[in-house]
Structure formats: C-alpha cells, structure tokens
C-alpha cells in the first residue's frame, strides 16, 4: 500500500502528515510558517517540512495534496492572493513538484475541510453533501455525486455568496455577503458599533472596557448571561446563515448540512435562529425535513485529512 503525503499551509504553521491509502495517519509534523520572512524562506520550509514525511522510496509514494487558503486557481495550480502568507500568483504545484516529488494537487482550505467532512467525518455514507466552516469567516466545501465542486477551479465560496447588497464591506472586498453579515469577524464588528454608539451592553464589561477586546467568543459570553444587545446580534448572524442554507437547500437539495467552526459552539444561541432562517427560506418544509444540519465530527487535523483525501479522489484510489 502507498503513501498519500496531505499538507496544510498556514499563515502561522505548515503542517505534513502521512497517511495510507485508507487515510489512517501514519506520521504528522509541523514546524512555524515564518510568513514575514518573505516568500523564498515559505517556500523552504514548506519543501523541508513535506521531505520529512515522505516514504523512503519514490515508489511508495501515491501522491501529495496540499490545503491552501483562498483564493487559488486548482486547475492552474496557481496560489494567487492568501490573506497571510507571502505567496501572490505563485505556481505552488509545480514548484512542489520540482523540488520535491510529484505528483502533487492543491484544494481551498474550505473546500477540502468539506472533502474530509465526506469521506471520514460527519458526511460518510451520504453522496450530495454541503459543509460550512463558520468561524472568524464562512467558507464552505460542496459534494455532489460524491465529487467536491470547484467549477473552473474557484467555485466553492459559499460564504462570499451576496446575501445583503450594500451590506457592510467584507475583508474579501465586496459587501454584503454571508461572512460579512454573520461570520465571527461581523459579530465582533457589529458589537463594537454599536457600543461606539453608546448602547448599553454587558459585552462592555466583559472586554474590560477596551474595544480590542470585543469579539465573538465575548458578544456569546453576554448573549448566555442574558444580554439584549448581544442575543440580537446573534439572532440576526444565525438568521442570515439559515436563510442561506435554506436556499443552498432549495439549489443543490443535498442530504445534509455539516456544520464546522468556532461559531458553532455558541450551541442554541446560534442554531436556533439559523434553523428558523431555514424554515423562512425554503418553499415547502419537505427542504428542511429531510435534509439534516449536523456538526462536523473531524478535529484539527481536519485540512491534512482532507488535502490526502483529494490524492485518493484524484487518484482514484
């Protein structure tokens, strides 16, 4: 049985891990991406730390995937603007494959975590299947027919769909979509405003005062205790990534939603107005009543997962 080599680059690490073929972990290692120290000093350590994981021989190795943030081009193999890593328009793929072994496939963070999700995670046993990270962004990975959608190579970003023109300006540029409206980054902003505008709020004294100190793990603190001003803001960020799910439902009509993040953990506060946004959105409650919104099951290793997971889908192993 080969080796899939599965690699995760971050803004803070890069991690490699090695896998079978039935994508049991073998091997893992990680070491500090060192993203200040410009693109050649990445590119380094990202080679070094794939090297440390690979088989001895050339032969036992199926392949490499490499998990990446957006946006890329998978087609060209082409990382073109990540938020946190010095690597603009650079041909990962055949850089990777040049110095150090071939071949090598590329996915979107979301999109991968999506994959993983499918083949071992909450996803197993279903064939159309949509996952959401929802965090300090929303992203999202799509299966249909058991096959991860990516269109022309950047489709797949479901959290930058516009869900409120004119909304507020997303880090991604353009305004009003999901993550800008519902993701953590919106709740923590949306708290600060309104604490600008002098309405009273416990997520005050929870920050200690300090408008550094307002994010979302914050506002859910208060909204538990009770707060006002913090439970609408959840409400309102819940409704909005219900009524987009609700209409994900109505496209694709999926077997199920898989559900990932940090966000998730605020529990009922978040996913009661999200199902309620659901049930708005769909035309006929047979859309909601059998497909069912369940949390993601894989831990951290979910991207090194998913990025083996796209050798054996691409591979056909």
């Given at each position: 049985?080969?080796?899939?080599?599965?690699?995760?680059?971050?803004?803070t690490?890069?991690?490699?891990?090695?896998?079978?073929?039935d994508?049991h972990?073998l091997?893992?290692v990680?070491?500090?991406?060192?993203?200040?120290?410009?693109?050649?000093?990445?590119?380094?350590?990202?080679?070094?730390?794939?090297?440390?994981?690979?088989p001895?021989?050339?032969e036992?190795?199926?392949?490499?995937g490499?998990?990446?943030?957006?946006?890329?081009?998978?087609?060209?193999?082409?990382?073109?603007?990540?938020?946190?890593?010095?690597?603009?328009?650079?041909?990962?793929?055949?850089?990777?494959?040049?110095?150090?072994?071939?071949?090598?496939?590329?996915?979107n963070?979301?999109?991968?975590?999506?994959?993983?999700?499918?083949?071992?995670?909450?996803?197993?046993g279903?064939?159309?299947?949509?996952?959401?990270?929802?965090?300090?962004?929303?992203?999202?990975?799509?299966?249909?027919?058991?096959?991860?959608?990516?269109?022309?190579?950047?489709?797949?970003?479901?959290?930058?769909?516009?869900?409120?023109?004119?909304?507020p300006?997303?880090?991604c540029g353009?305004r009003?979509?999901?993550?800008?409206?519902a993701?953590?980054?919106?709740?923590?902003?949306?708290?600060?405003?309104?604490?600008?505008?002098?309405?009273?709020?416990?997520v005050?004294?929870?920050?200690?005062?300090?408008?550094?100190?307002?994010?979302?793990?914050?506002?859910?603190?208060?909204a538990?205790?009770?707060d006002?001003?913090?439970?609408?803001?959840?409400?309102?960020?819940g409704?909005?990534?219900?009524?987009?799910?609700?209409?994900?439902?109505?496209?694709?009509?999926?077997?199920?939603?898989?559900?990932?993040?940090?966000?998730?953990?605020?529990?009922?506060?978040?996913?009661?107005?999200?199902?309620e946004g659901v049930?708005?959105?769909?035309?006929h409650?047979r859309?909601y009543e059998?497909?069912?919104?369940?949390?993601?099951?894989?831990?951290?290793?979910i991207?090194?997962?998913?990025?083996?997971?796209?050798?054996?889908q691409?591979?056909?192993?």
């Open positions: 049985m080969r080796t899939i080599i599965g690699v995760d680059v971050g803004g690490l890069l991690r490699a891990a090695a896998f079978d073929e994508l972990l091997e893992r990680e070491q500090p991406t060192l993203a200040g120290r410009g693109s050649e000093v990445v590119l380094d350590r990202l080679y070094e730390t794939i090297r440390q994981v690979l001895e021989s050339p036992d190795l199926a392949g490499i490499i998990v990446l943030p957006g946006p890329l081009d998978i087609h060209a193999g082409v990382l073109i603007a990540p938020p946190n890593l010095p690597l603009k328009n650079t041909p990962i793929v055949r850089l990777v494959e040049e110095n150090v072994a071939k071949p090598v496939f590329m996915g963070d979301a999109d991968l975590a999506g994959l993983a999700e499918y083949m071992q995670g909450a996803g197993r279903t064939k159309n299947m949509i996952y959401m990270t929802l965090s300090t962004g929303i992203g999202g990975g799509v299966i249909v027919d058991g096959k991860l959608q990516t269109g022309q190579g950047m489709g797949g970003e479901i959290g930058h769909m516009v869900i409120l023109p004119d909304g300006l997303c880090g353009q009003g979509d999901l993550a800008a409206v993701s953590g980054t919106a709740i923590a902003r949306s708290a600060r405003e309104r604490l600008a505008r002098g309405e009273e709020s416990l005050w004294e929870l920050a200690e005062q300090d408008m550094d100190n307002v994010s979302a793990r914050v506002v859910a603190m208060a538990h205790q009770g006002p001003m913090a439970t609408e803001i959840f409400t309102r960020a409704r909005y990534i219900g009524l987009h799910i609700g209409s994900l439902m109505m496209l694709l009509n999926p077997d199920m939603f898989v559900l990932g993040g940090g966000l998730t953990k605020a529990g009922a506060l978040l996913l009661d107005p999200l199902h049930r708005e959105a769909v035309m409650p859309f059998n497909t069912p919104i369940v949390h993601a099951e894989l831990g951290s290793d991207g090194l997962i998913g990025a083996a997971a796209l050798v054996r691409r591979l056909g192993l």
